[in-house]
């Protein structure tokens, strides 16, 4: 079995052109599960969301966009986050958990995954480019 490496230069690509891409967008945290692929409709409730400015330029395959006192829209549970671009188109989509449980790879850390119309959100969404893939 063959894997593909990449290289920092590769993988610093990657994640500054999804950062590119999500520049303008919003991180949405939403009710449910998520549908099989981003691609897909979701008919579930946006409880909260982050409105995305422009990314720093990728360190070792990585970006991050920190955010703070976002206002939770409505009352619900968590299940999941969505990335989309300035058009509303969505590119990722990906687990939560809370700051108690175990971390997700791939998962945003939330203080509760019980959230309440008015109740401040801080955090950081990340991606990271991997460096090897099967």
């Known amino acids: ?20 891409l999500l520049t303008g967008g919003a991180l949405q945290f939403l009710t ?20 995305f400015g422009s990314f720093a330029p990728a360190e070792d395959g990585l970006i ?5 006192s976002v206002a939770v829209q409505a009352d619900g549970t968590v299940g999941w986050w969505r990335a989309l671009d300035a058009d509303a188109a969505p590119l990722l989509d990906g687990p939560v958990y809370a700051t108690e449980d175990p971390p997700v790879v791939g998962g945003i850390e939330v203080s509760s995954l019980t959230l309440s119309d008015g109740q401040v959100l801080t ?7 991997p460096k090897a893939a099967a």
Do not use: I, K
């Not at 490496?5 to 052109?17: K, M």
């Not at 692929?37 to 409730?45: G, K, R, T």
């Not at 991050?64 to 703070?68: D, R, V």
């Not at 955090?123 to 480019?129: E, K």
């Open 32 to 51: 449910g599960d998520p549908p099989a692929q981003p691609d897909d409709a979701s008919a579930e409730s946006v409880l909260a969301q982050v409105d």
């Open 64 to 68: 991050e966009y920190p955010f703070a």
């Open 123 to 129: 955090g950081t969404f990340r991606y990271q480019a």
């Open 1 to 20: 079995m063959t894997a593909t490496r990449q290289s920092n230069l590769a993988v610093n690509a990657l994640a500054d052109a999804l950062g590119v």
